[in-house]
Protein backbone atom coordinates (compact mmCIF):
# COMPACT_ATOMS: atom_id res chain seq x y z
CA UNK A 1 0.00 0.00 0.00
CA UNK A 2 1.29 3.25 -0.91
CA UNK A 3 2.89 5.53 2.18
CA UNK A 4 -0.09 8.66 2.34
CA UNK A 5 0.91 12.26 0.64
CA UNK A 6 1.80 14.70 3.54
CA UNK A 7 -1.17 17.41 3.22
CA UNK A 8 0.02 20.95 2.66
CA UNK A 9 -1.67 24.11 3.41
CA UNK A 10 -1.84 27.09 1.10
CA UNK A 11 -2.34 30.76 1.96
CA UNK A 12 -2.33 34.20 -0.09
CA UNK A 13 0.98 35.78 0.28
CA UNK A 14 2.17 39.00 -1.51
CA UNK A 15 -0.67 38.54 -4.14
CA UNK A 16 0.09 35.01 -5.12
CA UNK A 17 -0.49 31.60 -3.23
CA UNK A 18 2.27 29.91 -0.93
CA UNK A 19 2.25 27.35 0.80
CA UNK A 20 2.05 27.96 4.65
CA UNK A 21 4.99 26.71 6.96
CA UNK A 22 4.03 26.90 10.00
CA UNK A 23 4.65 23.56 12.22
CA UNK A 24 7.99 21.34 13.09
CA UNK A 25 6.19 18.68 10.90
CA UNK A 26 6.34 20.55 8.05
CA UNK A 27 9.87 21.14 8.14
CA UNK A 28 10.14 17.66 8.91
CA UNK A 29 8.20 16.86 5.62
CA UNK A 30 9.95 19.64 3.31
CA UNK A 31 11.42 17.27 1.05
CA UNK A 32 8.19 16.12 -0.09
CA UNK A 33 7.25 19.57 -1.42
CA UNK A 34 6.79 19.84 -5.09
CA UNK A 35 10.05 21.88 -6.26
CA UNK A 36 7.70 23.99 -8.48
CA UNK A 37 6.24 25.21 -5.34
CA UNK A 38 9.80 26.25 -3.93
CA UNK A 39 9.78 30.58 -3.78
CA UNK A 40 13.59 29.97 -4.04
CA UNK A 41 15.40 27.11 -5.47
CA UNK A 42 18.94 28.56 -4.44
CA UNK A 43 20.56 31.41 -2.64
CA UNK A 44 24.38 32.79 -2.10
CA UNK A 45 26.11 32.44 1.60
CA UNK A 46 27.21 35.97 1.26
CA UNK A 47 25.45 39.63 1.14
CA UNK A 48 22.55 38.29 3.38
CA UNK A 49 21.60 39.61 6.68
CA UNK A 50 22.06 36.38 8.38
CA UNK A 51 23.84 34.26 10.76
CA UNK A 52 27.20 33.59 8.62
CA UNK A 53 27.73 29.87 10.21
CA UNK A 54 24.85 28.79 9.48
CA UNK A 55 25.02 29.44 6.28
CA UNK A 56 28.17 28.32 6.08
CA UNK A 57 26.76 24.67 7.89
CA UNK A 58 23.95 24.71 4.93
CA UNK A 59 26.53 25.11 2.12
CA UNK A 60 27.59 21.63 2.50
CA UNK A 61 29.70 21.72 -0.82
CA UNK A 62 30.99 24.34 -0.09
CA UNK A 63 30.15 26.05 -3.66
CA UNK A 64 28.94 29.49 -2.18
CA UNK A 65 24.90 28.73 -3.00
CA UNK A 66 22.74 27.06 -0.55
CA UNK A 67 20.56 24.89 -2.89
CA UNK A 68 16.89 23.47 -2.00
CA UNK A 69 18.73 19.63 -1.53
CA UNK A 70 20.96 21.07 1.03
CA UNK A 71 17.54 22.76 3.34
CA UNK A 72 16.01 19.21 2.88
CA UNK A 73 19.26 17.65 4.23
CA UNK A 74 19.70 20.09 6.66
CA UNK A 75 15.75 19.88 7.56
CA UNK A 76 15.67 16.08 8.06
CA UNK A 77 18.91 16.34 10.08
CA UNK A 78 17.47 18.58 12.67
CA UNK A 79 14.11 17.01 13.06
CA UNK A 80 15.13 13.67 13.21
CA UNK A 81 17.25 14.39 16.59
CA UNK A 82 14.22 16.24 17.99
CA UNK A 83 10.97 14.15 19.82
CA UNK A 84 9.10 17.01 18.44
CA UNK A 85 9.77 18.91 15.34
CA UNK A 86 7.37 21.47 16.46
CA UNK A 87 10.01 22.90 18.85
CA UNK A 88 11.54 24.78 16.00
CA UNK A 89 8.89 27.10 15.77
CA UNK A 90 9.34 28.77 18.57
CA UNK A 91 13.23 28.11 19.04
CA UNK A 92 15.43 29.97 20.72
CA UNK A 93 19.28 29.40 21.40
CA UNK A 94 18.81 26.73 24.10
CA UNK A 95 19.10 22.98 23.99
CA UNK A 96 17.14 20.95 26.40
CA UNK A 97 17.53 17.49 27.13
CA UNK A 98 13.84 16.83 26.69
CA UNK A 99 14.11 18.08 23.22
CA UNK A 100 16.20 15.32 22.22
CA UNK A 101 15.08 11.51 20.55
CA UNK A 102 17.46 9.54 22.11
CA UNK A 103 15.84 6.30 20.05
CA UNK A 104 17.60 8.32 17.22
CA UNK A 105 21.68 7.77 16.94
CA UNK A 106 22.39 11.51 16.66
CA UNK A 107 20.43 12.39 19.14
CA UNK A 108 21.72 10.13 21.48
CA UNK A 109 25.10 11.00 20.46
CA UNK A 110 23.80 14.78 21.53
CA UNK A 111 22.38 13.76 24.72
CA UNK A 112 25.41 12.25 25.90
CA UNK A 113 27.45 15.58 25.43
CA UNK A 114 25.05 17.91 27.03
CA UNK A 115 25.60 15.73 29.83
CA UNK A 116 29.31 15.50 29.71
CA UNK A 117 29.18 19.31 29.86
CA UNK A 118 26.52 20.11 32.13
CA UNK A 119 27.69 17.26 34.30
CA UNK A 120 24.19 16.81 35.49
CA UNK A 121 23.78 20.18 36.67
CA UNK A 122 21.30 21.05 34.12
CA UNK A 123 19.46 19.90 31.49
CA UNK A 124 19.34 23.11 29.07
CA UNK A 125 22.34 24.05 27.24
CA UNK A 126 23.34 27.01 24.96
CA UNK A 127 25.48 27.63 21.95
CA UNK A 128 27.98 30.07 24.56
CA UNK A 129 27.84 27.27 27.16
CA UNK A 130 29.48 24.59 23.94
CA UNK A 131 31.79 27.57 23.31
CA UNK A 132 33.33 28.10 26.31
CA UNK A 133 33.51 24.35 27.14
CA UNK A 134 35.55 23.79 23.71
CA UNK A 135 37.67 26.72 24.88
CA UNK A 136 38.67 24.72 28.30
CA UNK A 137 39.16 21.53 25.98
CA UNK A 138 41.49 23.61 23.57
CA UNK A 139 43.52 25.52 26.51
CA UNK A 140 43.78 21.47 28.06
CA UNK A 141 47.39 20.51 29.69
CA UNK A 142 48.30 16.96 30.13
CA UNK A 143 49.82 15.70 33.34
CA UNK A 144 50.67 12.78 33.33
CA UNK A 145 50.15 9.87 36.02
CA UNK A 146 52.65 6.62 35.79
CA UNK A 147 51.07 3.49 35.57
CA UNK A 148 53.63 1.03 35.81
CA UNK A 149 56.40 2.13 38.34
CA UNK A 150 59.72 1.91 36.42
CA UNK A 151 63.00 1.84 39.05
CA UNK A 152 65.80 3.98 38.38
CA UNK A 153 69.14 2.30 37.50
CA UNK A 154 71.44 4.47 40.18
CA UNK A 155 67.95 5.56 42.29
CA UNK A 156 67.65 8.80 42.95
CA UNK A 157 71.27 9.74 41.41
CA UNK A 158 70.27 8.38 38.58
CA UNK A 159 69.53 12.38 36.50
CA UNK A 160 73.38 13.24 38.37
CA UNK A 161 74.77 9.76 36.39
CA UNK A 162 72.85 10.69 33.23
CA UNK A 163 74.05 14.15 32.59
CA UNK A 164 78.19 13.37 33.33
CA UNK A 165 78.02 10.60 31.21
CA UNK A 166 76.32 12.18 28.45
CA UNK A 167 79.10 15.43 29.32
CA UNK A 168 82.25 12.58 29.18
CA UNK A 169 80.78 10.42 26.44
CA UNK A 170 82.62 11.58 24.00
CA UNK A 171 85.76 12.01 25.52
CA UNK A 172 85.67 8.65 26.62
CA UNK A 173 85.13 6.96 23.27
CA UNK A 174 88.54 9.33 22.17
CA UNK A 175 90.16 7.74 25.57
CA UNK A 176 89.69 4.62 24.25
CA UNK A 177 90.21 5.01 20.69
CA UNK A 178 93.53 5.99 21.41
CA UNK A 179 94.22 3.24 23.78
CA UNK A 180 93.66 0.94 20.43
CA UNK A 181 96.15 2.93 18.28
CA UNK A 182 99.07 2.80 21.48
CA UNK A 183 98.30 -1.50 21.02
CA UNK A 184 98.69 -0.96 17.16
CA UNK A 185 101.80 0.82 17.24
CA UNK A 186 103.14 1.79 20.33
CA UNK A 187 105.82 4.48 18.70
CA UNK A 188 102.96 6.71 18.17
CA UNK A 189 102.58 7.24 22.03
CA UNK A 190 104.38 11.13 21.63
CA UNK A 191 101.31 11.71 18.91
CA UNK A 192 98.21 10.75 20.59
CA UNK A 193 99.37 11.55 23.88
CA UNK A 194 99.23 15.41 25.26
CA UNK A 195 102.94 16.43 24.15
CA UNK A 196 104.56 18.97 25.98
CA UNK A 197 105.30 21.66 23.15
CA UNK A 198 101.36 22.07 23.07
CA UNK A 199 101.14 22.75 26.93
CA UNK A 200 104.49 25.39 26.50
CA UNK A 201 102.66 27.04 23.59
CA UNK A 202 100.05 29.03 26.89
CA UNK A 203 101.67 27.80 30.14
CA UNK A 204 103.52 30.72 30.77
CA UNK A 205 100.45 32.48 31.10
CA UNK A 206 97.38 32.23 33.17
CA UNK A 207 96.18 28.47 32.56
CA UNK A 208 92.87 28.98 34.15
CA UNK A 209 92.06 31.20 31.48
CA UNK A 210 92.84 28.88 28.50
CA UNK A 211 90.12 25.99 30.13
CA UNK A 212 88.67 25.68 26.57
CA UNK A 213 92.05 24.55 25.38
CA UNK A 214 92.80 21.82 28.03
CA UNK A 215 89.26 20.51 27.83
CA UNK A 216 90.23 19.68 24.22
CA UNK A 217 93.15 17.68 25.30
CA UNK A 218 92.72 13.49 25.86
CA UNK A 219 90.73 12.72 28.96
CA UNK A 220 93.80 10.71 29.95
CA UNK A 221 96.86 9.37 28.69
CA UNK A 222 96.53 6.35 26.83
CA UNK A 223 96.95 2.75 28.80
CA UNK A 224 97.74 -0.40 26.52
CA UNK A 225 95.60 -2.25 29.76
CA UNK A 226 92.82 -0.84 27.51
CA UNK A 227 91.51 0.53 31.19
CA UNK A 228 89.77 3.39 32.50
CA UNK A 229 92.23 5.53 34.24
CA UNK A 230 92.05 6.48 38.07
CA UNK A 231 90.19 9.35 38.96
CA UNK A 232 93.60 11.16 40.10
CA UNK A 233 94.85 10.55 36.58
CA UNK A 234 91.75 12.61 34.52
CA UNK A 235 92.17 15.80 32.51
CA UNK A 236 91.10 18.03 35.49
CA UNK A 237 88.58 20.13 33.37
CA UNK A 238 86.81 16.57 33.50
CA UNK A 239 87.53 15.05 36.76
CA UNK A 240 84.10 16.24 38.68
CA UNK A 241 81.93 14.69 35.79
CA UNK A 242 84.38 11.36 35.96
CA UNK A 243 84.19 10.94 39.38
CA UNK A 244 80.33 11.09 39.70
CA UNK A 245 80.24 8.29 36.90
CA UNK A 246 82.89 6.54 38.54
CA UNK A 247 81.42 6.42 41.88
CA UNK A 248 77.86 6.95 41.41
CA UNK A 249 77.61 3.85 37.94
CA UNK A 250 80.32 2.05 37.71
CA UNK A 251 80.99 1.58 41.13
CA UNK A 252 77.37 0.11 42.09
CA UNK A 253 77.80 -2.44 38.54
CA UNK A 254 80.91 -3.47 39.78
CA UNK A 255 83.17 -3.83 42.51
CA UNK A 256 86.47 -3.87 40.78
CA UNK A 257 88.33 -0.65 40.85
CA UNK A 258 89.46 -0.52 37.08
CA UNK A 259 86.93 -0.41 34.03
CA UNK A 260 86.74 -0.90 30.64
CA UNK A 261 85.39 -0.14 27.52
CA UNK A 262 82.32 -2.88 27.79
CA UNK A 263 81.44 -1.48 31.64
CA UNK A 264 81.34 2.37 30.42
CA UNK A 265 79.19 1.28 27.55
CA UNK A 266 76.69 -0.05 29.97
CA UNK A 267 76.12 2.35 31.92
CA UNK A 268 74.97 4.32 28.97
CA UNK A 269 72.79 1.10 27.65
CA UNK A 270 71.28 1.11 31.52
CA UNK A 271 70.37 5.34 30.92
CA UNK A 272 69.27 4.47 27.33
CA UNK A 273 66.99 1.86 28.76
CA UNK A 274 65.24 3.43 31.45
CA UNK A 275 64.45 7.28 29.69
CA UNK A 276 62.88 5.18 26.73
CA UNK A 277 60.78 3.51 29.16
CA UNK A 278 59.82 6.33 30.57
CA UNK A 279 59.37 8.54 27.71
CA UNK A 280 57.43 5.48 25.94
CA UNK A 281 55.02 5.48 29.32
CA UNK A 282 54.56 9.10 29.27
CA UNK A 283 53.70 9.80 25.67
CA UNK A 284 51.38 7.14 25.81
CA UNK A 285 49.62 8.36 28.61
CA UNK A 286 49.61 11.40 27.20
CA UNK A 287 48.45 10.16 23.94
CA UNK A 288 45.20 8.51 25.22
CA UNK A 289 44.23 11.67 26.47
CA UNK A 290 44.80 13.80 23.47
CA UNK A 291 42.76 10.90 21.83
CA UNK A 292 40.33 11.32 24.52
CA UNK A 293 40.51 15.25 24.50
CA UNK A 294 40.16 15.19 20.71
CA UNK A 295 36.71 12.77 20.82
CA UNK A 296 35.17 15.20 23.35
CA UNK A 297 36.25 17.98 20.97
CA UNK A 298 34.64 16.55 18.10
CA UNK A 299 31.47 15.62 19.77
CA UNK A 300 31.15 19.19 21.08
CA UNK A 301 31.48 20.16 17.79
CA UNK A 302 28.91 18.17 16.65
CA UNK A 303 26.38 19.31 19.36
CA UNK A 304 27.57 23.56 18.56
CA UNK A 305 26.90 23.26 14.78
CA UNK A 306 23.09 20.97 15.82
CA UNK A 307 22.30 24.12 17.92
CA UNK A 308 23.16 26.76 15.45
CA UNK A 309 21.09 24.75 12.90
CA UNK A 310 18.25 24.23 15.81
CA UNK A 311 18.57 27.86 16.14
CA UNK A 312 18.38 29.24 12.72
CA UNK A 313 16.54 26.86 10.61
CA UNK A 314 13.07 28.22 10.66
CA UNK A 315 13.89 31.69 10.03
CA UNK A 316 15.75 30.51 7.14
CA UNK A 317 13.22 28.48 5.90
CA UNK A 318 10.55 31.61 6.08
CA UNK A 319 13.06 33.36 3.79
CA UNK A 320 13.60 30.87 1.43
CA UNK A 321 10.68 28.64 0.86
CA UNK A 322 8.07 31.20 1.08
CA UNK A 323 9.60 34.98 1.80
CA UNK A 324 6.80 35.06 4.46
CA UNK A 325 9.64 37.43 6.24
CA UNK A 326 9.89 39.72 3.80
CA UNK A 327 5.91 40.37 3.79
CA UNK A 328 5.81 40.92 7.57
CA UNK A 329 6.18 44.67 7.63
CA UNK A 330 8.02 43.52 10.94
CA UNK A 331 11.48 45.05 11.67
CA UNK A 332 12.07 42.50 13.73
CA UNK A 333 11.49 39.96 10.99
CA UNK A 334 13.10 41.27 8.15
CA UNK A 335 13.73 39.45 4.90
CA UNK A 336 17.26 38.24 4.73
CA UNK A 337 18.19 40.09 1.42
CA UNK A 338 17.09 43.78 3.20
CA UNK A 339 20.15 45.53 3.26
CA UNK A 340 18.76 48.22 5.73
CA UNK A 341 17.30 52.07 5.05
CA UNK A 342 18.22 54.47 2.69
CA UNK A 343 17.35 58.48 3.38
CA UNK A 344 16.96 60.43 0.66
CA UNK A 345 15.19 63.37 -0.29
CA UNK A 346 12.56 63.78 2.39
CA UNK A 347 11.95 59.70 2.17
CA UNK A 348 12.93 56.46 3.39
CA UNK A 349 13.13 53.88 1.46
CA UNK A 350 13.13 50.07 3.26
CA UNK A 351 13.78 48.05 0.56
CA UNK A 352 17.21 48.18 0.00
CA UNK A 353 19.23 45.39 -1.19
CA UNK A 354 23.29 44.74 -1.85
CA UNK A 355 24.66 44.52 -4.88
CA UNK A 356 27.36 42.60 -5.73
CA UNK A 357 27.84 43.20 -9.80
CA UNK A 358 26.65 46.18 -10.67
CA UNK A 359 27.15 45.55 -14.30
CA UNK A 360 24.81 42.34 -14.30
CA UNK A 361 22.32 43.92 -12.25
CA UNK A 362 21.42 46.72 -13.49
CA UNK A 363 20.75 44.95 -16.98
CA UNK A 364 18.37 42.43 -15.51
CA UNK A 365 16.62 44.45 -12.77
CA UNK A 366 15.49 46.37 -15.49
CA UNK A 367 12.81 43.74 -15.54
CA UNK A 368 11.35 44.37 -12.02
CA UNK A 369 8.99 47.10 -13.06
CA UNK A 370 10.35 49.06 -9.98
CA UNK A 371 11.83 52.67 -9.81
CA UNK A 372 15.60 51.37 -9.04
CA UNK A 373 18.19 53.85 -7.18
CA UNK A 374 21.62 52.50 -6.97
CA UNK A 375 23.95 53.76 -4.77
CA UNK A 376 27.99 53.70 -3.85
CA UNK A 377 28.38 53.61 0.19
CA UNK A 378 31.02 54.17 2.30
CA UNK A 379 31.76 53.72 5.82
CA UNK A 380 32.10 57.20 7.97
CA UNK A 381 35.90 55.91 8.10
CA UNK A 382 36.58 55.21 4.69
CA UNK A 383 37.98 51.61 4.82
CA UNK A 384 34.78 49.58 4.16
CA UNK A 385 32.77 50.08 0.66
CA UNK A 386 29.83 48.28 -1.01
CA UNK A 387 26.65 48.87 -3.66
CA UNK A 388 23.24 48.75 -2.97
CA UNK A 389 20.17 49.33 -4.70
CA UNK A 390 16.90 51.03 -2.74
CA UNK A 391 13.35 50.60 -4.69
CA UNK A 392 11.33 53.67 -4.14
CA UNK A 393 7.52 52.99 -4.27
CA UNK A 394 6.14 56.35 -3.08
CA UNK A 395 6.50 59.99 -3.83
CA UNK A 396 7.74 62.47 -6.41
CA UNK A 397 10.86 61.83 -8.59
CA UNK A 398 11.74 64.62 -10.38
CA UNK A 399 14.60 65.93 -8.24
CA UNK A 400 15.79 62.36 -8.19
CA UNK A 401 19.40 61.75 -10.26
CA UNK A 402 22.86 60.64 -10.27
CA UNK A 403 25.26 62.44 -7.87
CA UNK A 404 22.80 63.38 -5.58
CA UNK A 405 23.42 62.47 -2.04
CA UNK A 406 22.26 60.18 0.78
CA UNK A 407 22.52 58.43 3.94
CA UNK A 408 22.51 54.77 4.26
CA UNK A 409 21.68 53.22 8.10
CA UNK A 410 22.36 48.84 7.41
CA UNK A 411 20.60 46.31 9.48
CA UNK A 412 23.03 47.13 12.68
CA UNK A 413 22.24 50.80 12.85
CA UNK A 414 25.80 51.66 11.29
CA UNK A 415 25.78 55.02 9.38
CA UNK A 416 26.86 54.82 5.89
CA UNK A 417 27.75 57.98 3.17
CA UNK A 418 25.65 57.08 -0.22
CA UNK A 419 25.37 58.91 -3.56
CA UNK A 420 23.41 58.20 -6.50
CA UNK A 421 25.42 56.40 -8.86
CA UNK A 422 22.64 55.34 -11.58
CA UNK A 423 18.38 55.32 -11.46
CA UNK A 424 15.96 53.07 -13.36
CA UNK A 425 13.33 55.03 -14.40
CA UNK A 426 9.77 53.19 -13.56
CA UNK A 427 6.44 54.42 -12.69
CA UNK A 428 5.97 54.89 -8.65
CA UNK A 429 2.09 55.58 -8.49
CA UNK A 430 -0.46 56.57 -11.14
CA UNK A 431 -0.57 59.88 -9.40
CA UNK A 432 3.07 60.40 -10.97
CA UNK A 433 2.15 58.73 -14.13
CA UNK A 434 -0.30 61.53 -14.78
CA UNK A 435 2.05 64.65 -14.53
CA UNK A 436 4.72 62.27 -16.42
CA UNK A 437 3.64 63.49 -19.83
CA UNK A 438 3.69 67.10 -18.86
CA UNK A 439 6.73 67.04 -16.81
CA UNK A 440 8.71 65.36 -19.84
CA UNK A 441 6.92 68.19 -22.52
CA UNK A 442 8.12 70.84 -20.36
CA UNK A 443 11.49 69.41 -20.16
CA UNK A 444 11.53 68.66 -23.68
CA UNK A 445 10.73 72.36 -24.48
CA UNK A 446 13.13 74.42 -22.03
CA UNK A 447 15.73 71.59 -23.31
CA UNK A 448 15.03 73.44 -26.90
CA UNK A 449 14.85 76.74 -25.35
CA UNK A 450 18.06 76.34 -24.09
CA UNK A 451 19.05 74.92 -27.29
CA UNK A 452 18.43 77.67 -29.06
CA UNK A 453 19.21 80.40 -26.54
CA UNK A 454 23.14 79.12 -26.36
CA UNK A 455 22.75 78.37 -30.33
CA UNK A 456 21.87 81.98 -30.89
CA UNK A 457 24.56 83.56 -27.98
CA UNK A 458 27.34 81.40 -29.97
CA UNK A 459 26.43 82.91 -33.07
CA UNK A 460 26.42 86.36 -32.23
CA UNK A 461 29.82 85.73 -30.32
CA UNK A 462 31.05 84.66 -33.59
CA UNK A 463 29.84 87.53 -35.63
CA UNK A 464 31.34 90.10 -33.02
CA UNK A 465 34.62 88.32 -32.80
CA UNK A 466 34.69 88.29 -36.82
CA UNK A 467 34.18 91.99 -36.58
CA UNK A 468 36.36 93.03 -34.48
CA UNK A 469 39.25 91.02 -35.86
CA UNK A 470 38.20 91.60 -39.19
CA UNK A 471 37.81 88.19 -40.72
CA UNK A 472 36.40 88.33 -44.21
CA UNK A 473 35.02 84.75 -43.57
CA UNK A 474 33.53 85.51 -40.28
CA UNK A 475 31.29 88.70 -41.96
CA UNK A 476 27.69 88.42 -42.12
CA UNK A 477 26.44 87.74 -45.42
CA UNK A 478 24.78 90.41 -47.27
CA UNK A 479 21.03 90.42 -46.77
CA UNK A 480 19.37 88.63 -49.54
CA UNK A 481 16.07 90.92 -50.47
CA UNK A 482 14.51 87.99 -52.37
CA UNK A 483 14.95 85.25 -50.49
CA UNK A 484 13.56 86.88 -46.97
CA UNK A 485 10.83 87.95 -49.33
CA UNK A 486 9.73 84.49 -49.88
CA UNK A 487 10.57 83.85 -45.99
CA UNK A 488 7.98 86.15 -45.12
CA UNK A 489 5.50 85.48 -47.56
CA UNK A 490 5.58 81.69 -46.75
CA UNK A 491 5.14 83.22 -42.49
CA UNK A 492 2.41 85.28 -43.58
CA UNK A 493 0.52 82.17 -45.47
CA UNK A 494 1.06 80.01 -42.20
CA UNK A 495 0.22 82.77 -39.81
CA UNK A 496 -3.19 82.95 -42.08
CA UNK A 497 -3.91 79.51 -42.21
CA UNK A 498 -3.49 79.84 -38.35
CA UNK A 499 -5.67 82.26 -38.34
CA UNK A 500 -8.37 80.86 -39.99
CA UNK A 501 -8.42 77.84 -38.15
CA UNK A 502 -8.28 79.72 -34.72
CA UNK A 503 -11.30 81.45 -36.31
CA UNK A 504 -12.97 78.16 -37.39
CA UNK A 505 -12.58 77.11 -33.79
CA UNK A 506 -13.94 79.74 -32.14
CA UNK A 507 -16.92 79.44 -34.11
CA UNK A 508 -17.41 76.07 -32.79
CA UNK A 509 -16.71 76.61 -29.09
CA UNK A 510 -19.61 79.22 -29.40
CA UNK A 511 -22.07 76.63 -30.08
CA UNK A 512 -21.02 74.38 -27.38
CA UNK A 513 -22.41 74.60 -24.04
CA UNK A 514 -20.43 74.85 -20.81
CA UNK A 515 -20.37 71.81 -19.40
CA UNK A 516 -19.41 70.24 -22.87
CA UNK A 517 -16.41 72.60 -22.26
CA UNK A 518 -15.26 70.17 -19.47
CA UNK A 519 -16.08 67.40 -21.53
CA UNK A 520 -13.55 68.32 -23.97
CA UNK A 521 -11.36 69.11 -21.05
CA UNK A 522 -11.78 65.94 -19.12
CA UNK A 523 -11.08 64.13 -22.73
CA UNK A 524 -7.62 66.14 -23.65
CA UNK A 525 -6.52 65.32 -20.54
CA UNK A 526 -7.38 61.38 -20.63
CA UNK A 527 -5.68 61.55 -24.94
CA UNK A 528 -2.46 62.80 -23.00
CA UNK A 529 -2.21 61.36 -19.46
CA UNK A 530 -4.23 58.47 -20.09
CA UNK A 531 -1.56 56.25 -21.83
CA UNK A 532 0.87 56.99 -19.55
CA UNK A 533 -1.39 56.16 -16.11
CA UNK A 534 -2.70 52.84 -18.45
CA UNK A 535 1.41 51.45 -18.43
CA UNK A 536 1.81 52.84 -15.07
CA UNK A 537 -1.05 50.70 -13.95
CA UNK A 538 0.13 47.80 -15.77
CA UNK A 539 3.75 47.64 -14.34
CA UNK A 540 2.58 48.80 -10.92
CA UNK A 541 0.22 45.66 -10.76
CA UNK A 542 3.02 43.42 -11.99
CA UNK A 543 6.24 44.56 -9.94
CA UNK A 544 8.30 41.77 -8.97
CA UNK A 545 11.63 41.71 -6.87
CA UNK A 546 12.34 38.32 -8.50
CA UNK A 547 15.03 39.79 -11.12
CA UNK A 548 16.16 42.20 -8.73
CA UNK A 549 17.40 38.87 -6.32
CA UNK A 550 18.19 37.04 -9.39
CA UNK A 551 21.34 39.79 -10.53
CA UNK A 552 22.31 38.68 -7.21
CA UNK A 553 22.68 34.93 -7.51
CA UNK A 554 19.34 33.97 -5.92
CA UNK A 555 17.59 31.44 -8.45
CA UNK A 556 14.22 32.93 -7.58
CA UNK A 557 10.83 30.38 -8.86
CA UNK A 558 8.20 32.31 -7.74
CA UNK A 559 6.98 35.84 -8.23
CA UNK A 560 7.98 38.19 -5.35
CA UNK A 561 5.19 40.81 -5.98
CA UNK A 562 5.38 44.29 -5.08
CA UNK A 563 1.63 45.23 -5.28
CA UNK A 564 0.58 49.30 -4.78
CA UNK A 565 -0.97 48.24 -1.34
CA UNK A 566 2.15 46.64 0.34
CA UNK A 567 4.54 49.09 -2.04
CA UNK A 568 3.63 52.26 0.03
CA UNK A 569 5.16 50.30 3.23
CA UNK A 570 8.28 50.12 1.59
CA UNK A 571 8.59 53.94 1.31
CA UNK A 572 8.02 56.33 3.63
CA UNK A 573 7.44 59.91 3.24
CA UNK A 574 8.35 63.08 5.76
CA UNK A 575 5.04 64.23 7.18
CA UNK A 576 4.80 67.90 9.19
CA UNK A 577 1.95 68.91 11.30
CA UNK A 578 -0.09 71.49 10.74
CA UNK A 579 1.73 74.81 12.71
CA UNK A 580 -0.28 77.38 14.33
CA UNK A 581 -0.92 80.11 11.12
CA UNK A 582 -1.48 82.89 14.15
CA UNK A 583 2.08 82.52 16.28
CA UNK A 584 3.89 81.79 13.06
CA UNK A 585 5.66 85.06 13.10
CA UNK A 586 6.88 84.61 16.65
CA UNK A 587 8.79 81.95 15.91
CA UNK A 588 9.88 82.58 12.45
CA UNK A 589 10.41 86.64 11.77
CA UNK A 590 11.13 85.82 7.87
CA UNK A 591 8.05 83.98 7.77
CA UNK A 592 5.48 84.81 5.03
CA UNK A 593 3.05 87.11 6.16
CA UNK A 594 -0.84 85.96 6.36
CA UNK A 595 -2.76 87.37 3.47
CA UNK A 596 -5.69 89.56 3.97
CA UNK A 597 -9.16 88.30 3.30
CA UNK A 598 -10.77 91.21 1.18
CA UNK A 599 -8.15 91.34 -1.81
CA UNK A 600 -8.84 88.15 -2.77
CA UNK A 601 -12.54 88.08 -2.28
CA UNK A 602 -12.20 91.17 -4.76
CA UNK A 603 -10.08 89.41 -7.19
CA UNK A 604 -12.66 86.41 -7.22
CA UNK A 605 -15.77 88.30 -7.25
CA UNK A 606 -14.47 90.40 -10.63
CA UNK A 607 -14.24 87.00 -12.13
CA UNK A 608 -16.93 85.76 -11.38
CA UNK A 609 -18.85 89.13 -12.92
CA UNK A 610 -16.70 89.14 -15.67
CA UNK A 611 -17.80 85.20 -16.47
CA UNK A 612 -21.46 86.04 -16.10
CA UNK A 613 -21.24 88.69 -18.64
CA UNK A 614 -19.02 87.21 -20.82
CA UNK A 615 -21.98 83.37 -20.59
CA UNK A 616 -24.75 86.17 -21.03
CA UNK A 617 -23.50 88.10 -24.14
CA UNK A 618 -22.79 85.03 -25.64
CA UNK A 619 -26.18 83.84 -25.24
CA UNK A 620 -26.06 80.65 -22.80
CA UNK A 621 -28.38 82.51 -20.21
CA UNK A 622 -30.87 83.41 -23.03
CA UNK A 623 -33.13 80.49 -22.12
CA UNK A 624 -33.48 80.79 -18.76
CA UNK A 625 -32.69 84.13 -17.65
CA UNK A 626 -34.66 87.12 -19.52
CA UNK A 627 -34.01 90.75 -18.28
Known sequence: MAAEKYKWSFYSLGGVTRVNIQSGQDIAHLGELDMKLWTALSCPTTGLEFNQKFLSLMDTDKDGKIKTKEVVAASKYVTGALKDPNVLVNVKDTLSLSDLNTENELGKRLADTISLIKDGTDTSITGSNVADYMAKLNAMTFEVAAKDVIVPPYGADTDAVAAAYNALDAKVKDYFMRCKLLVFNGDCSSVIDTSVTSLGNFSAGDLSAHITDIAAMPLAKPQTSMLLPSVENVNPVWKEQYKAVVDLALASDNKATAYGEKQWEQVGANLSAYFSAVEAQNSGAQNELIAKR???????????????????????????????????????????????????????????????????????????????????????????????????????????????????????????????????????????????????????????????????????????????????????????????????????????????????????????????????????????????????????????????????????????????????????????PKLDLKNIGAADPYAKKKSSFWPWFFAILIVLVAAFAAMYFLGYFSEWINF
Not at 345 to 365: I, N, T, W
Not at 461 to 488: C, H, L, P, R, Y
Request: proline residues 1%; positive net charge.
Open 294 to 576: DAQLASAKELDEFICLYTYLYDFIRNYVVFSDFYSRDDSQQAVFQAGKLFIDQRCCELCVRVSDLGKHADMAKLSGMFLIYCHCWSYTGTEQMDIVAVLTEGDVKDLRAGKNAVFIDRDGKDWYATVTNIVDNPVSIRQAFWSPYRKFGRWCSEKINKMAADRENKVSENMTAAASGDASKKQQVFDVAKFAGIFAAVGLAIGSLGSFLDKLVDKCLLLHWWQFLIIFAVILLLISGPSMFIAWGKLRKRDLGPVLNANGWAINARVLVNVRFGHTLTSLAKY
